[in-house]
């Protein structure tokens, strides 16, 4: 069983950044694929990013990419979302995901419980 903290989120002007931290609990993390997620009032939970077990691969959605970057410090037991050029439609509340595989399984395993970020106009 992991448990999963996230950290980070508040308000922003848009244009402005914010980081995201995830803190896996366990000794595994090395071993889990993590990944986040987000979902806005109103609408679906969607995919945002996912970086491998081993922090070689990553995966980002068109709405983020170029603006987003997700990283993992397995010595640190913990995984981050850089997000950079804020805009309004990123406001949702961020779920951190982890899954016991290689690559981020659909849906993944285990979930946190949120962190909400608001980027003003």
């Known amino acids: 069983q992991v448990q999963l903290v996230e950290s980070g989120g508040g308000l922003v002007q848009a244009g402005g950044s914010l980081r995201l931290s995830c803190a896996p609990s366990g000794r595994t993390f090395s071993t889990y694929a993590m990944g986040w997620f987000r979902q806005a009032p109103g609408k679906e939970r969607e995919f945002v990013a996912r970086?491998?077990?081993?922090?070689?691969?990553?995966y980002y959605a068109d709405s983020v990419k170029g603006r987003f970057t997700i990283s993992r410090d397995n010595a640190k037991n913990m995984v981050n979302l850089q997000m950079a050029n804020l805009k309004p439609e990123d406001t949702a509340v961020y779920y951190c995901?982890?899954?016991?595989?290689?690559?981020?399984?659909?849906?993944?395993?285990?979930w946190g419980q949120g962190t909400q970020v608001t980027v003003s106009s």
């Open positions: 995901a982890a899954s016991p595989t290689v690559i981020l399984t659909s849906p993944p395993d285990y």
């Open positions: 970086i491998s077990r081993s922090g070689t691969t990553t």
